[in-house]
């Protein structure tokens, strides 16, 4: 999962965005692509947790737990959301986007209580 140049026209989010958009009951899905040790350390409770490594292996599980909702993808940083954003657009998804900053916005923009690494 290596992004192009066509990486840089993906949709993205702020995380207080996706914030407003979970409290208003937008349909959407927020898929964890971090390692377990990552969702030990900070989580959110509303998340699809999926390693990056394993998405290849769950992608149509992955469209059969969407149902036409929004996907948001996010990790710690943006970085290996942004692949998976990628991966999943070349694989037909088009209702994906990354969220801007991952874990570590949402607990500088949305809730500090989460805690950084």
Not at 12 to 27: F, I, T, W
Not at 29 to 54: G, N
Not at 90 to 103: C, H, K, P, T
């Amino acid at each position: 999962m290596n992004p192009t140049n066509s990486t840089f026209n993906m949709q993205q989010r702020s995380a207080a965005a996706v914030a407003r958009q979970l409290k208003s009951d937008e349909p959407v899905v927020i898929l964890d692509v971090r390692e377990p040790w990552e969702l030990d350390l900070a989580r959110l409770d509303q998340t699809i947790d999926m390693p990056m490594a394993t998405i290849p292996d769950r992608v149509e599980s992955l469209r059969d737990q969407l149902r036409g909702r929004e996907l948001i993808v996010m990790c710690h940083g943006g970085v290996r959301s942004a692949r998976v954003v990628h991966y999943l657009e070349q694989q037909g998804f088009s209702d994906v986007v990354n969220l801007e900053g991952g874990i570590q916005a949402w607990s500088e923009q949305v809730d500090s209580s989460i805690p950084t690494y």
